[in-house]
C-alpha cells in the first residue's frame, strides 16, 4: 500500500523540471574552434513519409539533428556525417537518411 503513495509523488516531481530554452542558432563546422570540448556524438534520423516517396534529403536530415539539439547546452555541430537507412532500421522499409555529428562547447 506505502508503494501507491509514492507513485503519485514521482508523476507530479516529473512536472517540475526546468524548461530549458532553445539555442539560438546551431552551427555545424569541420574544424573544431580553439578551446572546445566534445560533449557527445549525436544522431536523428529523418524517414521519408511511404515506401514509394524519395529519400529524405541531407538538408531535412541536419535540420532535424539541429533541432535535437537545440536544447541541448552545445554551442554546434563538428563533423556532421549522412547514412541511408536500410531495411532494418528505424523506418522500417521506408527510405530514410540519418545525420550524426560530434556535440561541441566553448571551454574557459
Do not use: Q, W
Not at 24 to 51: D, F, H, Q
Amino acid at each position: 500500500m506505502r508503494s501507491l503513495a509514492i507513485v503519485p509523488l514521482m508523476l507530479v516531481a516529473g512536472c517540475a523540471s526546468p524548461v530549458l530554452a532553445p539555442h539560438p542558432e546551431v552551427v555545424t563546422v569541420t574544424t573544431l574552434p580553439p578551446n572546445t570540448v566534445i560533449l557527445k556524438r549525436v544522431s536523428e534520423t529523418v524517414c521519408a513519409p511511404g515506401p514509394f516517396d524519395k529519400a529524405p534529403t541531407t538538408a531535412e536530415a541536419l535540420d532535424a539533428l539541429k533541432a535535437k539539439v537545440a536544447f541541448m547546452e552545445a554551442d554546434g555541430l563538428y563533423r556532421v556525417t549522412y547514412a541511408n537507412t536500410g531495411l532494418i532500421g528505424p523506418c522500417g522499409a521506408f527510405p530514410g537518411k540519418t545525420a550524426t555529428g560530434l556535440l561541441y562547447r566553448h571551454g574557459a
